[in-house]
């Protein structure tokens, strides 16, 4: 497949958006602007409404491909090159649409103005050193968080004063380069409220127009947690088990056949982590052994799998140590999730031990964050992690 440049920044076409307003107050804050107040028409859809990226992999660089063709979009990356390449080759989609498109990128906050719609995008694991520089680009807007696990809109809030979104995200795609990235698998994005910043479900349904009227999928949802936790719970089990059998996401995760079948773990986990659920007092939305089957299908590497084969800090705090710290705050067992936590965590130890600098703390990941902001959110009101 070839790239194919359609829309250019120095040609911006528009036509007359929709209604995204910030009509109601922000925490703190008085009536809101219009998120967009006027535009003009043209052939690709153009607001004046203004989204940041906030991590380009392969999510962070769909949305910013797809978002460009509707609205001014910004990136914030790490890497000065990446942002170079963006700016200079613009985004190159390929799979079920084939096109490219010219968002603005950018590695120092300063360069980036203040924006309506944030949408993060990095690992979880990231979500404190990337967010903190750009906790006040969304003083007039709203934050959406669309990575994995449970946990990452706390680590947003800590730095963002804001409104902000939940989001679930089955959407994938492969980052073939700094500008070149294909859509693999087009599913929506369920965006909810966060509830203790009592977003407005009007900013929830018009961030989930926008990325519609972009050629992706959206649904807003008055309340996302069941299918985030429905996610979350296929994603926990899924990621644990390739991450300790470094196999990809294959059918041998569905099988219930023989004995030593590693689908009767899967199985079990999944049971664990819907009586979890059910005690945090949340009602799943989809069956995720259901998606485990069918995911089951794609021989599918999930990001833990990269994580460990590159030892990378792991995204496990936000997915299996999630089930196993709501299962302890809400007083229900899940021995499989705490045991594969645990065992995750001692597998994230044994590079330090290997490197030979077990007393650093910060070796676990290459892209030298001091932390995930974790510690001060999902822990609250615990001594420790399980």
């Known amino acids: 497949m070839r790239c194919i440049h359609a829309v250019s920044s120095s040609r911006i076409h528009t036509i007359p958006a929709i209604a995204f307003f910030k009509h109601s107050n922000a925490p703190g ?3 809101r602007r219009l998120w967009c107040a ?9 607001t004046s409404m203004r989204v940041c990226i ?5 999510i962070g660089s769909l949305y910013a491909a797809y978002l460009a063709r509707v609205a001014e979009v910004y990136a914030f990356v790490r890497r000065d090159e990446h942002a170079l390449a963006i700016n200079k080759e613009g985004l190159c989609v390929t799979g079920k649409h084939e096109f490219t498109s010219y968002p603005r990128a950018a590695t120092n906050p300063a360069d980036i103005p203040e924006c309506d719609l944030g949408i993060v995008c990095t690992k979880a694991t990231q979500t404190s050193e990337a967010v903190a520089p750009m906790k006040d680009h969304f003083s007039g807007g709203a934050v959406l968080s669309a990575q994995n696990g449970l946990g990452g809109e706390d680590v947003i809030a800590e730095s963002v004063p804001g409104y902000i979104m939940r989001g679930t995200t089955f959407m994938s795609g492969t980052r073939h380069s700094d500008t070149h990235v294909q ?7 369920w965006i909810g409220p966060y509830e203790p910043r009592s977003t407005p479900y009007a900013m929830v349904k018009e961030a989930a127009e926008l990325i519609v009227r972009s050629g992706l999928k959206a649904e807003a949802l008055e309340d996302a947690r069941p299918a985030q936790w429905s996610k979350l719970i296929f994603n926990a089990s899924v990621n644990s088990v390739s991450a300790l059998t470094e196999l990809p996401h294959c059918r041998e995760f569905a099988n219930e056949i023989d004995f030593s079948d590693l689908g009767f773990l899967l199985h079990d986990l999944i049971e664990e982590g819907k009586r979890v659920a059910a005690g ?7 069956d995720p052994w259901e998606m485990n089957k069918v995911g089951a299908q794609t021989d599918h590497p999930p ?3 990269y994580d460990v084969r590159h030892r990378l800090r792991t995204e496990v705090d936000f997915l299996g140590g999630a089930i196993a710290r709501e299962a302890r705050r809400h007083g229900i067992e899940a021995p499989l999730h705490t045991a594969l936590y645990r065992l995750i965590k001692g597998k994230e130890l044994s590079w330090q031990w290997r490197s030979g600098s077990h007393g650093d703390q910060q070796v676990l990941s290459k892209f030298g964050e001091k932390g995930t902001g974790i510690q001060n959110v999902r822990y609250r009101g615990e001594q420790s992690s399980p």
């Open 280 to 286: 945090a007092g949340v009602q799943l939305r989809d």
């Open 303 to 305: 990001s833990m799998l």
């Open 54 to 58: 906030i991590g380009c992999g392969s």
């Open 29 to 31: 804050k008085g009536p």
């Open 38 to 46: 006027s535009s003009t028409r043209g052939v690709h859809g153009k």
């Open 183 to 189: 859509l693999e698998l087009d599913r929506p994005i």
